[in-house]
T-cell receptor
Framework: DAGITQSPRHKVTETGTPVTLRCHQTENHRYMYWYRQDPGHGLRLIHYSYGVKDTDKGEVSDGYSVSRSKTEDFLLTLESATSSQTSVYFC??????????FGPGTRLTVL | KNEVEQSPQNLTAQEGEFITINCSYSVGISALHWLQQHPGGGIVSLFMLSSGKKKHGRLIATINIQEKHSSLHITASHPRDSAVYICAVRSSGETSGSRLTFGEGTQLTVNP
């Protein structure tokens, strides 16, 4: 398995507070992705990165920002969390156009 | 209508049964992935295919590009196969990494 960790694994926060989720990989993969998973929806792409400082929006990017200052780290920030952002967040990486490797997920609850 | 549709949404089988999960998509693709999400939440990639058929142990994945359809088969199913199986596609117009569009998943339960 690719070495992908996410932190924190669980978080409960209040509406309006900022939240940052971290994804860390040890595989030197070029591409990194942030997804959210909600009942009734498949995994949906929030943002992705194709290299250090190179990021782009996915299909559900409103309310989220990302940063990638190092190959190994990809941060997802909710500037002002809302209850609609309660979800399970997965980070994934890929070396190229092939398979993606997923982190263990972060369960975020916004009260 | 979602770009990726899976059927059935839920499937219950008895141990030993042959299982088929279907995936249909509406866009031109360059690759299709099958993933497994364990009850604990972890997601692993099972197959990536762009044509024909692939086999790994008791799992077989097939794709028909002309019909925009893929199937995942499990032979001699076992309770440990109980999981959510997810189909995902990379559109043929995708040029940035491996952006995928996912189906909602099929919940498989195999009873002993």
């Amino acid at each position: 398995d690719a070495g992908i960790t996410q932190s924190p694994r669980h978080k409960v926060t209040e509406t309006g507070t900022p939240v940052t989720l971290r994804c860390h990989q040890t595989e030197n993969h070029r591409y990194m992705y942030w997804y959210r998973q909600d009942p009734g929806h498949g995994l949906r792409l929030i943002h992705y990165s194709y290299g250090v400082k190179d990021t782009d929006k996915g299909e559900v990017s409103d309310g989220y920002s990302v940063s990638r200052s190092k190959t190994e780290d990809f941060l997802l920030t909710l500037e002002s969390a809302t209850s609609s952002q309660t979800s399970v967040y997965f980070c994934a990486t890929s070396r190229n156009y092939n398979e993606q490797f997923f982190g263990p997920g972060t369960r975020l609850t916004v009260l | 209508k979602n770009e990726v549709e899976q059927s059935p949404q839920n499937l219950t089988a008895q141990e030993g049964e042959f299982i088929t999960i279907n995936c249909s998509y509406s866009v031109g693709i360059s690759a299709l992935h099958w993933l497994q999400q364990h009850p604990g939440g972890g997601i692993v990639s099972l197959f990536m295919l762009s044509s024909g058929k692939k086999k790994h142990g008791r799992l077989i994945a097939t794709i028909n590009i002309q019909e925009k359809h893929s199937s995942l088969h499990i032979t001699a199913s076992h309770p440990r196969d109980s999981a959510v199986y997810i189909c995902a596609v990379r559109s043929s117009g995708e040029t940035s990494g491996s952006r995928l569009t996912f189906g909602e998943g099929t919940q498989l339960t195999v009873n002993p």
